[in-house]
């Protein structure tokens, strides 16, 4: 698989000359930790606020390439032969590579996105604000950061399923590529399963549109379970599937036949 890259802090080298003044021994002010990352909600939604940044860009390619080419209700913006995306519309006339750009920076956004996320939930889930709030069941300002970080997730594994079928699923964070090497596919059954009931149990937890402030720039309960209804029933629909992967017990009705060509 792709490597998955991130990096959580800034590291800096201190060059050390044979003066031996106290003043040359300081830190460095672009030295951050994840203590103060996350020290309060306004300084953890910097980071989500980054997040954001990134999702909105993370997949326009493969949106142009097959969702707008799969639609009967929208056109590309520029001529045909204008954008390298115009392959896929054209039915591949022209063979396309297996590292065609808009492909490859998807995988990789979308899993940074996923990432990302994962290091917010898991630095939120040790406060102990969030965790009486949890207890609680009533909704604070670390649950509803909480939940927005688990949208980015559910919502970066529906993108990857949907244009890459299963892939690999990891929900804790990748600080190190080595952690990716024995990553294997998972059954997209299993990544819908875990998302939906993970979004099942932030959405209770996160404001209302219009309630803390929340409004339609960020991810809220009413976006929560609008997500986790349409990725139901995306799992629950039709979709093409690999013949060379065992899905264990489950069992799947076919539409036409396999064509090998």
């Not at 294997?184 to 932030?202: A, T, W």
Request: charged share 20%; aromatic share 14%; proline share 2%.
């Amino acid at each position: 698989m792709k490597k998955i890259f991130y990096t959580v802090f800034v590291l800096t080298t201190i060059t050390f000359f044979s003066c031996k003044k106290s003043f040359l021994d300081v830190q460095s002010p672009s030295s951050v930790d994840q203590d103060f990352v996350f020290s309060s909600t306004g300084e953890t939604f910097k980071v989500l606020a980054g997040v954001y940044d990134l999702w909105r860009g993370g997949n326009n390619g493969l949106f142009y390439d097959i969702d707008v080419v799969g639609s009967d209700a929208e056109s590309h913006p520029e001529s045909y032969d204008a954008q390298l995306r115009h392959i896929p519309e054209g039915l591949y006339a022209t063979e396309i590579s297996i590292d065609f750009a808009d492909a490859v920076n998807g995988w990789g956004n979308l899993y940074k996105v996923a990432n990302r996320a994962n290091i917010i939930m898991e630095a939120i889930a040790q406060k102990e604000e969030y965790k009486a709030a949890v207890a609680a069941g009533k909704p604070n300002d670390w649950t509803q950061l909480y939940g927005e970080a688990a949208i980015f997730r559910a919502f970066s594994y529906h993108n990857l399923v949907r244009y890459f079928g299963d892939v690999p699923y990891f929900t804790t964070t990748i600080f190190q590529t080595s952690q990716t090497d024995s990553a294997r596919l998972i059954s997209r059954d299993i990544i819908y399963d875990k998302e939906i009931e993970n979004l099942s149990k932030v959405a209770p937890l996160m404001y209302r549109l219009g309630e803390g402030g929340i409004n339609a720039e960020r991810f809220s309960r009413t976006f929560a379970y609008g997500l986790a209804g349409k990725m139901a029933l995306y799992a629950g629909g039709y979709g093409l599937r690999r013949t060379d992967f065992d899905y264990g017990t489950v069992t799947f009705s076919q539409i036409g036949t396999e064509n090998c060509h």
